[in-house]
């Protein structure tokens, strides 16, 4: 009786405390046990095939071990209140786009152990509140650009055990609060570039138990903050130079791979590293770290055939002088064998005469000689080549073919043959690869491509093209293609744009053109094959302007990037013709004046708009007129703007940057001044006039004060804004498809979670204080 009556007067209170509706309980699910105090329901191996309707105020909903084969949109609309989510085991084989669209607060999601393959652009919207998604033990063979653009919270994503075979630039772009990317246990054996672009808060990824047979140098440096890698269980047999440059770094793992050699400067650009595993190699000699890792404390060599004579004593006496611990043991010569490294004196560590040193290598060779493995399934493969039956991947890659090779599996997913000579792409080119999802022909010296050169290849996704000599392109190239999606032609010579050129590839969606040589943008440029265009990269041309019916009937089109190019004002007229554009980046353009609602047809869509380091002098005080609730991120570094435009309309801005911009601290900027003490943002604002408060920031100086109507402001480092407003709750930054993003900087918010990492603005003048309020 006694819990019964505290059941009673606990209810109420549970139901006051979450903030949900005080609605008449619906009935449990007969296969379900429903705790109506924890607010769970338990329906774990009930033979579900569907999502069960239970009480709309549920917290915690536990269906794993069901038959549950796919997840409708709209399947968890009668449950706006879930905070905990479990599927696993469920056979769960498709999320339709919109089946989490509801569930605003949910924190933990779990996908383990189901049958999906491919994640879509928006199969997790709707989940801004998400902190950890785990989709581990699945078959996920592709991510596609923009699949996790709406989890900008998400602090731990896990996708082990699953079938990726390599990662495209840009795969993680929106996860503006990870913290931790686990990829271990896939087939992964190559990365792009900007595969892990934006993830500027990212401390810890995981990548071991993979197919990587070289270390990710360029790619690793799009990770600022990370402090581990996890990278054991690969197949690389070799660091070479600098080959890890990561300025954080504090643990890194390579054990159990193959590597046989280490230069000494392969880590030259560690200077955090505290710990290295090596272990479980094939290692024999090593030298001292000397100059690249002088945090270094801990050296794992445990379980490699290290060699303890005279070759090892500079590692030896390097580990004492900087006091590195040394893990590991002898594995020879025979009086050493078993002994511990760090138990060994230098001068003890001789060598013997070279015959008897020959001899005793070949006797512990001879000794230690692994078995004799079974060679691994046969594949069909072309000469020159390298195919995999498992990974279903094959690779000619930088193998000198003048002629595209033929006769490979047909059961080809990734056919990689980037880096040979084939000058131009003849008709029929891959017959009998129908199932290939991704084909890289980068730095092929490819100057033209034959009508029909892909047919057949009708499991087509991605088609990479990059860094060729093309200058036009045939409709008919791309014949026999239903399902491409993702079209990568930058770094060609393309000096106009291939209009016409993909009216046989209706499922477009993103172009990349960047880094071509295209000078304008004509009318009509989407017309005939690209209008279904979501993402249109033209960064780093010469495009001088933009024709006003450049963009018609561009209804689809969400992200355009004209960074780097040669526009003298904002493109207004063509823009008019986007009217669903999302993000617009001007980056870098010798834009010196804004003038009056340059951007008022973009007001009912436009999320993210890009005018840093433009050389910027002047805004109209209405060119931001019409971009209201909807803009979440406005960035004007770099300019050379002495005064902004209101930004009092801006009611949703997530993201403003102000930084390296010479602001005229008078009372012209009051406006500013009174904006920044309302909002709860970080707003990168520095006087560089008058000359007394240079380099302060807008929000320290009094000179406001003297301003009619800042009289009341209140200036305290330590004790902030007099006044703020909590502003309103938004989904997170949408970044559609693979394009490369500037990172935001943080927003303060009233609970902790909602909080977004700041991103740095660039180098600063000597002695300038930092640019943040």
């Known amino acids: 009786m006694h819990f019964q009556v505290g059941s009673g007067l606990l209810w109420p209170l549970l139901v006051i405390l979450l903030g949900v509706p005080a609605a008449r309980l619906a009935k449990c699910p007969k296969q379900c046990v429903c705790d109506q105090i924890q607010l769970a329901i338990t ?51 498709s999320v339709k786009e919109g089946a989490f669209r509801s569930l605003g607060r949910l924190v933990f999601l779990n996908l383990a152990h189901n049958n999906i393959d491919i994640l879509y652009q928006e199969s997790f919207d709707g989940l801004p509140s998400l902190k950890q998604l785990v989709i581990d033990w699945n078959r996920v063979e592709e991510i596609q650009p923009g699949a996790f653009s709406q989890l900008g919270f998400l602090n731990l994503l896990s996708l082990t055990h699953n079938q990726l075979v390599y990662i495209p630039n840009m795969a993680f772009q929106g996860l503006q609060n990870i913290k931790w990317l686990r990829l271990s246990h896939n087939s992964l054996n190559y990365l792009d570039v900007e595969a892990f672009g934006g993830l500027v808060t990212l401390n810890r990824l995981s990548l071991d138990h993979n197919e990587l047979q070289f270390f990710p140098s360029e790619t690793m440096t799009r990770l600022p903050e990370v402090t581990r890698v996890d990278m054991g269980y690969n197949p690389m047999t070799y660091l070479g ?22 230069a000494y400067t392969a880590l030259h650009r560690t200077p955090k590293l505290v710990h290295l595993d090596i272990s479980h190699n094939q290692l024999r000699v090593l030298q001292p770290f000397s100059e690249g890792a002088p945090s270094l404390a801990r050296l794992n060599l445990a379980g490699n055939p290290i060699y303890c004579n005279c070759y090892l004593r500079p590692l030896r006496e390097w580990a004492i002088d900087s006091k590195v611990r040394l893990l590991g043991t002898c594995g020879g010569p025979d009086h050493f064998s078993g002994e511990h490294l760090d138990t060994l004196y230098p001068r003890d560590l001789r060598c013997q005469s070279q015959d008897a040193m020959l001899k005793a290598e070949f006797e512990e060779a001879t000794r230690v000689a692994p078995p004799t493995e079974a060679p691994p399934p046969r594949v069909k493969c072309p000469a020159n080549c390298a195919c995999e039956a498992e990974t279903n991947h094959s690779t000619c890659e930088n193998r000198g073919h003048t002629k595209v090779p033929q006769g490979f599996s047909a059961d080809t997913k990734l056919l990689d043959l980037r880096g040979n000579h084939f000058h131009y792409v003849p008709s029929n080119s891959f017959p009998g690869v129908p199932q290939v999802v991704s084909l890289h022909l980068q730095r092929c010296k490819i100057a033209e491509v034959e009508d029909g050169a892909f047919t057949g290849m009708k499991g087509l996704v991605y088609l990479y093209l990059s860094e060729n000599d093309l200058t036009s392109l045939s409709p008919e190239a791309f014949k026999g293609l239903p399902h491409l999606t993702y079209l990568h032609l930058e770094k060609n010579r393309f000096t106009r744009f291939p209009k016409g050129a993909f009216r046989l590839v209706p499922g477009l969606q993103a172009l990349h053109l960047e880094h071509n040589a295209i000078v304008k943008l004509e009318s009509g440029s989407l017309v005939g094959g690209a209008e279904g265009v979501r993402g249109l990269y033209l960064t780093g041309n010469v495009i001088n302007g933009v024709s006003a019916r450049a963009l018609e009937r561009a209804d689809a089109l969400d992200t355009l990037h004209l960074g780097g190019n040669k526009l003298k004002e904002v493109p207004s007229q063509a823009l008019g013709h986007a009217g669903n554009l999302g993000e617009l980046k001007l980056s870098g353009n010798p834009i010196r004046w804004v003038g009056a609602n340059a951007f008022r047809a973009l007001g009912a869509t436009l999320k993210d708009l890009y005018l840093d380091h433009t050389g910027l002098e002047k805004m109209s005080k209405d060119s931001l007129a019409g971009l209201g609730p909807g803009l979440r991120s406005l960035y004007l570094e770099g300019n050379r703007l002495e005064v902004v435009p209101d930004l009092n309309p801006l009611t949703s801005l997530e993201v403003i940057n102000l930084a390296e911009n010479p602001l005229l601290c008078d009372c012209p900027l009051l406006a500013l001044r009174m904006w920044i003490e309302r909002v709860n943002l970080k707003v990168r604002a520095t006087c560089a006039n008058p000359p007394e408060i240079r380099g302060r920031r807008v929000k320290d100086v009094h000179i406001f004060r003297a301003c009619p109507g800042g009289e009341s402001l209140l200036y305290s480092p330590t004790l902030g804004p007099k006044t703020s407003r909590t502003p309103k709750t938004t989904k997170p930054k949408p970044a559609h498809l693979n394009s490369p993003q500037m990172i935001p900087m943080s927003k303060a918010r009233s609970k902790p979670r909602m909080g977004l990492r700041a991103r740095p603005g660039g180098a600063k003048k000597t002695g300038q204080r930092r640019n943040e309020a």
């Open 241 to 262: 130079e600098e080959t890890v440059s990561m300025p954080k770094l504090t643990h890194l793992f390579l054990d159990h791979m193959f590597l046989q050699d280490l």
């Open 43 to 93: 329906c774990v191996n009930k033979n579900l095939t569907e999502v069960p309707v239970v009480d709309e105020i549920t917290v915690k909903l536990d269906l794993r071990g069901n038959d549950i084969q796919q997840l409708p949109t709209g399947a968890f609309k009668h449950t706006p209140y879930l905070t905990h989510l479990s599927l696993q085991r469920c056979n769960i084989r």
